[in-house]
């Protein structure tokens, strides 16, 4: 070894021992024949005494150049109590320059000064040496063993999954890469799905793996193309099963590297409640701010723009923020109505007498509720879903604005709808995943000639894990039953053959004797940055790639070279 001790570790129980140090020069000054240089390692920061006998190395010596250091540890006169290594100091009998440091590309250590996010990525190797991202990766490390540790202790198996497949259908789009088997592509795993699900009908009843997975998504909000889930799935079991596994990996995590308890069960709310009182199918519940009904209080009130959205079986609902917001805050929260699509929305101030367009126009009873209140109103009145869900950001923005999203709440949403009606694809789609088994009782509706409508209203087995607003998993009993399964295929409008085409390892293997399963995956870089309260998934990854998707250090993606091109007989077009 190079070194006797790390840099954090010096105490003053080691004064007079001679050490042996090495790392990177944290801090340089020098005081005339006398030199004093933090030393800094993985482990801390200790304080190099170096006199005039290294006057030729500490004069030209530059921030975070390699040294390594001989010398005797001794107490310090004035001591330091904000340093853990702060009581003792070295001083230096032989040093060496190992490797000179150039001028460094940004205030490495002073994370807002003078420099962007993208300069930060590009030296992320420079960036990594923030004590506070060196703890990130150790904490992910321990986080993982954790898992695997209890995984292993319930008698699960870690099964490695193929990275080179075929498209599994996840929502988003896959990463295709090109073979020398001209125009034929293997898809990277949008997630292990299918696999997990013939490792079940394998028989091997209980799987878990630590996965990365890739999905060619919009960035915008926050996500990264190639990810991290704890994959799970086991057979013979029910949804209460995988989620008391999952309550109890997500307990043993919190207890584990934050020393925090979870009240198990977790709690629970269907998603139609979810969404109705909190307008959102993943609430933040630390706090209140609950969305309420008034579509009585307005029917047949003669408030004529909400009663004509009454009558088209719409309805009425209100946040109500408690204070007394400022003009200027109230249009913030009317911009998040009309990215919502409504037109306007009808707000109320409220503090002993009412005021807002409108106000004096509301049914009288309503007025007199209303009066009784301290705060911001803000109505909204169209179709439910729609209400709930602009409602919800309001809500949201609302709490941000208070301050009110402090604590920590984990929750299951349960009861998703089985479909989903996509605006974008103007047709009807899995709300989880095509392998989402119906309620029991609705199987023989799935099918192509059940009114879109009626489709809509099918609960599925399907849950999600919640944390602070955050969903952080989900997963679902499976179908298990190949016909059951070819008619969820023809709902979604995949043609018989596509469906052999694309999922017939799938459906061949449920005629040879399927068990009843199910399954969970849990975002690991999500799980962690809400454990660590980070601001993106790129505070909680060692090499992430930027908001637009790139990979700054690398240089990637790049284009290969034309040779490369033509032996995979692709022809890149001229944009
Ligand atoms: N495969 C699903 C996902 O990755 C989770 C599951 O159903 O187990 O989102």
Known sequence: MLRTHTCGELRKKHKGKKVVLAGWAHNIRVFGNKAFVDLRDRYGLVQLVLDKRFKNIYLGLTRESVLVASGKVRVKKEQNPKLETGEVEVEVDTLALVSKAKPLPFEIFNPDVDTTEETRLKYRYLDLRRAEMLRMLEFRFKAEMVVREYFSLKNFVEVETPLLSRPTPEGARDFLVPTRNKGLFWALPQSPQQYKQLLMVAGLDKYFQIVRCFRDEDLRKDRQYEFTQVDVEMSFVTEEDIMKVTEGMISVLYSQMLGIKLGKPFPRLAWREAMDTY????????????????????????????????????????????????????????????????????????????????????????????????????????????????????????????????????????????????????????????????????????????????????????????INGVEVGGGSIRITDSSLQERMFGVLGISEEEAREKFGMLLRAFDYGVPPHGGIAIGFDRLLQVMLGKRSLRDVIAFPKSKSGRALMEGAPARPDEEALKELGIKVEKD
């Open 279 to 466: 307008g959102s199918d993943k609430p933040d519940t630390r706090f209140d701010l609950k969305l309420e009904d008034y579509t009585e209080d307005f029917r047949g009130s003669g408030f004529l723009v909400f009663e004509r959205e009454i009558e088209k079986g719409g309805v009425v609902k209100a946040v109500m923020v408690p204070e007394l917001l400022s003009r200027s805050e109230i249009e913030s929260f009317e911009r998040i109505a009309k990215r919502g699509d409504f037109p306007g929305l009808l707000w109320v101030k409220s503090s002993k007498e009412l005021s807002g367009p409108l106000a004096n126009r509301l049914p009288e009873k309503l007025q007199k509720k209303l009066v009784r209140k301290n705060g911001v109103f803000f109505f909204l009145a169209g179709p439910w879903q729609k209400v709930c869900t602009t409602l919800g950001n309001i809500r949201l923005a609302a709490a941000e604005k208070l301050g009110l999203r402090k604590g920590l709440s984990v929750l299951w949403v349960t009861d998703f709808p089985l479909f989903e009606w996509s605006e974008t694809e103007g047709r009807i789609q899995a709300m989880h995943h095509p392998f989402t088994s119906p309620k029991k009782g609705y199987e023989s509706e799935i099918n192509p000639d059940t009114p879109i409508e009626r489709l809509l209203e099918i609960p599925s087995r399907a849950y999600d894990l919640v």
